[in-house]
């Protein structure tokens, strides 16, 4: 299995060290102690390949409800749930466990020396052709909640022998796969991230670009993807309105929609063909009839 960035458990250790929190304490060592007992239920199954996602998601909905529920909402302090968004406690959960889908008892086909998890890598990046003595590659980049990449090393230069005075070497990590991981998600948010998937895709055209969301607060019809390549809603649901988000009724929409499986495997799907050989060379074009 690929290294996994233990993105979840790093955010409940340091709001265990954060003094703000102190009242707090025990509750994140009883999450800390969910945690791993989660973490080893998924790591020792014995089913593949799809079933795998299922009973991985299953430990996922039992976790997270325990987790953001009985420990957060029901016992934590006044302190705590307002302040819950800024620890990350809550979409962590999903950013971590995004790493374990890559796993070769679920995708058989996933190359080595991946870079997988909570990643800084390129979101933008071109040429700049003004500058004709020494070139220029330009880049921005960004930590995305989830990225599968490859590390990039590059040498440019206008001279054939790669002299350093005329030569920019350069290294980066390039997403193959990456994403944003949202519990609500509003339209500032989609407006957001149809900006970064933008840039990425004029020099990446070919990277993919995902978001994964558990409750929508806007309006499912306004969600054109464009550049974005799917937006994944784990739970089907919207968000609560506002004078429904005392804890009953938090906790009857949990029961109705808890965080599907299916849309899971659709994901895993879409990662084993990304990694699979192109179909799409000329004598298959020609076979087929059709690009795929």
Do not use: W
Request: glycine share 4%.
């Amino acid at each position: 299995m690929t290294l996994i960035i233990q993105t979840h458990k790093q955010k409940i250790i340091s709001a265990m060290s954060n003094p703000k929190f102190i009242l707090d304490y025990d509750i994140f060592q009883e999450a800390l102690d969910s945690y791993e007992f989660f973490i080893n239920q998924i790591t020792n199954l014995k089913s593949k390949g799809n079933n795998k996602v299922m009973d991985m998601v299953n430990y996922l909905n039992e976790y997270k409800d325990y987790l953001e529920l009985e420990l957060m909402a029901k016992r934590g302090t006044p302190l705590l749930n307002r302040q819950k968004g800024q620890l990350k406690l809550d979409n962590s959960v999903i950013e971590e466990f995004l790493n374990y889908l890559l796993d070769p008892e679920i995708i058989s086909n996933i190359p080595k020396d991946l870079y997988v998890g909570n990643k800084e890598a390129i979101s933008q990046i071109y040429l700049n052709a003004n500058n004709v003595s020494k070139p220029q590659l330009l880049m921005d980049k960004k930590n995305y909640d989830f990225v599968v990449g490859k590390e990039l090393h590059m040498k440019l230069s206008f001279d054939n022998e790669y002299q350093k005075t005329n030569t920019m070497e350069t290294k980066f990590i390039l997403p193959i796969i990456s994403g944003e991981c949202k519990t609500n998600f509003d339209k500032v948010m989609y407006m957001e991230c149809s900006g970064i998937a933008r840039s990425l895709k004029a020099g990446c055209p070919l990277s993919k670009y995902f978001i994964f969301v558990e409750f929508l607060d806007m309006a499912a019809k306004d969600l054109k993807l464009k550049e974005i390549d799917n937006i994944f809603l784990l739970r089907h649901a919207k968000r609560l309105t506002s004078k429904h988000r005392s804890l009953k009724y938090i906790v009857a929409q949990r029961l109705e929609y808890p965080i599907d499986g299916k849309i899971f495997v659709k994901f895993v799907d879409l990662l084993r063909e990304s990694f699979s050989e192109s179909k799409n060379t000329s004598d298959m074009i020609l076979k087929n009839g059709f690009i795929s």
